[in-house]
C-alpha cells in the first residue's frame, strides 16, 4: 500500500495486493485490486488469473472462468490457465 501512494499506476503493487488480499480471505478487496491492474494493464495475465481465483473461491465457476479464459489468451503455454479452465468445466459439469 505504501508503494501506491507514491505511484497509483504502479501495476505490480496491485496484482500483489490482490494476491495478499486472496491470501486473507478477503475476497471483495482482491477483486478490486485486481481490476485496478487490469485497468492499468489489460495485458497483466496475472491478474486476470487472480481474478479467477478469487471467484472460484467464491464458488463462481462461470465467472472464473470467464476470468481464466482471459489469462490463457495472455499465456497459451501456460499448463497452469489450462488447469484452472478444467477445474470449472468439472465444477460446472456436476452443477
Known amino acids: 500500500q505504501r508503494a501506491l501512494k507514491l505511484d497509483r499506476s504502479y501495476l505490480s503493487a496491485w496484482t500483489l ?3 495478499e488480499y486472496v491470501e486473507m ?5 482482491a ?4 481490476r485496478r491492474a487490469v485497468d492499468i494493464h489489460p495485458r ?8 479467477g481465483q478469487t471467484y ?4 463462481m465457476p462461470l465467472y472464473a472462468l470467464f ?3 482471459k489469462a490463457a489468451a495472455l499465456r497459451p503455454y501456460d499448463a497452469r490457465m ?14
Open 56 to 59: 472460484e473461491i467464491m464458488n
Open 67 to 69: 476470468y481464466y479464459r
Open 31 to 34: 477483486i478490486e485490486a485486481y
Open 82 to 95: 489450462w488447469s484452472a479452465m478444467g477445474g470449472c468445466y468439472l465444477l460446472l459439469e456436476k452443477k
Open 44 to 51: 497483466d495475465y496475472r491478474a486476470w488469473y487472480g481474478l
Open 17 to 19: 495486493m490482490g494476491h
Open 25 to 29: 480471505k478477503n475476497t471483495a478487496a
